[in-house]
């Protein structure tokens, strides 16, 4: 199981695995066309299960807005391939 977080852009969503060598390059691109990051880190098998479990329950996974140390957190989890955060689901 892999680690992945979520961006979202109006209604899309996108899913993006934590600690590879193209997380960064991900997460600057999405952020650059717009989105924003949604979720905490959701461990999951694939991104279409991130996917589905984040829509199934997206109040488990939503960041605060107001926490920028649960997001500072997240990131620092998106794109270090040595640290992983375990959230159990």
């Known amino acids: 199981m892999s680690q992945y977080v979520i961006f979202k852009k109006g209604d899309l969503f996108v899913a993006v695995e934590c600690g590879t060598s193209d997380s960064k390059d991900e997460y600057e691109s999405l952020t650059e066309q717009g989105f924003t990051l949604s ?51």
């Open 39 to 89: 979720s905490q880190a959701i461990e999951a098998s694939n991104t279409e299960e991130a996917l589905y479990f984040y829509n199934d329950n997206p109040r488990m996974y939503a960041l605060e807005s107001e926490n920028s140390a649960v997001a500072e957190s997240v990131l620092a989890t998106l794109l270090s391939s040595s640290w992983r955060a375990v959230f159990k689901i």
